[in-house]
């Protein structure tokens, strides 16, 4: 027991706080006022005395001034040791339990969500690693394509480059060849002047530059004519060395350029992250000098091998066309009786051939203006055999939007009809359009009977030309052996 006037403890006053219990942990969920002293147990004052609660009848029902009231009359009893016991029993056991409980259950929260975290964080570290390694997997495949990429072109290049190098070599031996005929082309020799005024009668299209005018030509001037074909194709020889050397350039540009990127996409490729060399370059990856996309690249490259193809093309195409044109000055000189009769008997032949195309021809077309005509009077019944359908379709649609209030609906034959007529109006729309074809292709072919008619025309004139007044003139003339450049 104590003695009266005793010095009291600090059990025997309560601190004007919500939390009854020392905090736990550091988390703000620890400090949480879980069980307020007052407002957790209204009933509290039914285990308290009497003595302490004797003036409790008088304290307002507010819970706020009830206990600002329950502070003063603590304040008060806290100099009684006799009320000592009242006041430091303020709750019951099971609050204490429920406190401890509550603390508990909020500690394996806490640990589990730490748990949770931990666990998702290993996660989040172990898929991160797992997709740096497969993205750095990824690049360097990428790039070791894009080598293979590069290697395929490189050779491509080389392998175009030699077949460049080898076509302007044959290219500049045609073109010697050339000029040492050219230089050959000193003897005179005549050609019969009524062959030539005479095929100068024909018309059109039949007024052609074909063999039978060039060796009638190289009858009648022989150095005039050679050299002037000689010289025509010697421009066209130096322009076309000029634009395989343009060709050539192009493509060891580009063949430099793969050299020197294989060689940086290389060392690119055997970076790894124990390589020395790598470092930090911030912001690289926002920089972007490239100026051309995978697609543009090797389209780049393919171009310039087609435009290398091309030239090459066409510088075989020339070296042939200056064969044939020593050749033929060289049979032509050796040969020119039996040289000009088979070129003209070819040329007829040829004409008479055309002439009996274009007659059946001729008659193809007359037959399918007949069919046309009478596919474009099809069409015209087709037309108007759709427009009452379309009539009845559109009067309906006309006539059910009379309907009353509610029955204004929008109903299967509703829709039934709007089909009915997109599908009538598409069906005429396009029987127009194929109509208008048909008058187009009409047209077209009545053009057409109009050329051949003017074509056969032509053909018949050339005939008579070629038969009756060239062939009957024909003269042998002396050749020139040395014509064809080799010498």
């Given amino acids: 027991m104590e003695l009266i006037g005793s010095t009291l403890t600090a059990t025997y006053t309560r601190p004007k706080t919500s939390h009854f219990l020392p905090a736990i942990s550091t988390m703000a969920s620890s400090y949480r006022n879980t069980q307020p002293a007052l407002a957790m ?25 009830q206990r ?19 006041m430091g029993t303020r709750y019951m056991p099971d609050d204490w339990h429920k406190s401890n409980q509550n603390n508990y259950r909020e500690s394996e929260s806490s640990r589990k969500s730490a748990e949770r975290l931990r666990r998702d964080t290993i996660r989040l570290i172990q898929d991160k690693e797992q997709l740096t390694r497969r993205t750095q997997e990824n690049t360097s495949k990428n790039i070791g394509e894009r080598l293979n990429d590069i290697v395929f072109w ?52 039949d007024l052609v530059h074909d063999d039978v005018e060039k060796d009638l030509i190289k009858e009648v001037e022989v150095i005039k004519s050679c050299q002037e074909r000689m ?22 540009r580009d063949l430099r350029d ?31 000098p490239s100026i051309s996309l995978p697609d543009s690249w090797s389209k780049f490259t393919d171009d310039n091998i087609l435009l290398s193809q091309s030239e090459r093309a066409a510088s075989h195409k020339l070296r042939d066309e200056i064969e044939i044109l020593l050749n033929t000055t060289s049979n032509e000189m050796w040969n020119q009786f039996n040289n000009v009769n088979v070129a003209f008997t070819n040329r007829v032949s040829e004409t008479a051939d055309a002439k009996n195309s274009l007659q059946s021809h001729l008659a193809k077309t007359l037959q399918e203006i007949f069919q046309t005509e009478m596919l474009i009077e099809s069409l015209k019944k087709a037309l108007r055999d759709k427009e009452n359908p379309l009539k009845v379709a559109q009067t309906r649609l006309e006539e059910r939007t009379r309907r009353p209030n ?18 009538l109006e598409d069906t005429i729309q396009k029987l127009q359009e194929r109509l208008m074809e048909a008058e187009n292709t009409l047209q077209t072919l009545v053009k057409t009977r109009m ?3 003017h074509d056969l025309s032509i053909k018949a004139n050339s005939l008579f030309l070629d038969q009756e007044k060239c062939m009957s003139m024909r003269k042998s003339f002396p050749s020139m052996p040395r014509l064809v450049g080799y010498t």
């Fill in 451 to 453: 050329t051949l008619e």
């Fill in 258 to 288: 793969k050299v020197t990127a294989q060689r940086i996409d290389d060392r690119c490729h055997h970076l790894r992250n124990t390589s020395d060399g790598i470092g930090y370059y911030r912001g690289i990856e926002r920089l972007d």
């Fill in 41 to 65: 147990n209204p009933n509290a004052n039914l285990w308290r005395t009497n003595s302490y609660y004797k003036n409790s009848a008088v304290v307002p029902a507010s819970s706020s001034i």
């Fill in 406 to 423: 509610i029955e204004l609906c929008r109903d299967n034959p509703h829709h039934r009809l709007v089909s009915e007529v997109r599908a």
């Fill in 231 to 252: 010289k025509r194709h010697l421009d066209r020889a130096i322009a076309q060395l000029s634009s395989n050397r343009a060709a050539q350039h192009e493509l060891e």
């Fill in 68 to 86: 600002e009231n329950l502070d003063l009359f603590r304040a008060k009893t806290m100099f009684y040791p006799s009320n000592r016991t009242a």
């Fill in 154 to 205: 490189r050779s491509e290049l080389n392998h175009e480059i030699d077949s460049m190098v080898t076509e302007i070599a044959a290219l500049t031996d045609v073109k010697r060849r050339l000029e040492r005929a050219l230089a050959e082309t000193e003897g005179p020799l005549q050609v019969s002047q009524e062959c030539l005024y005479h095929r100068e009668k024909r018309m059109s299209i």
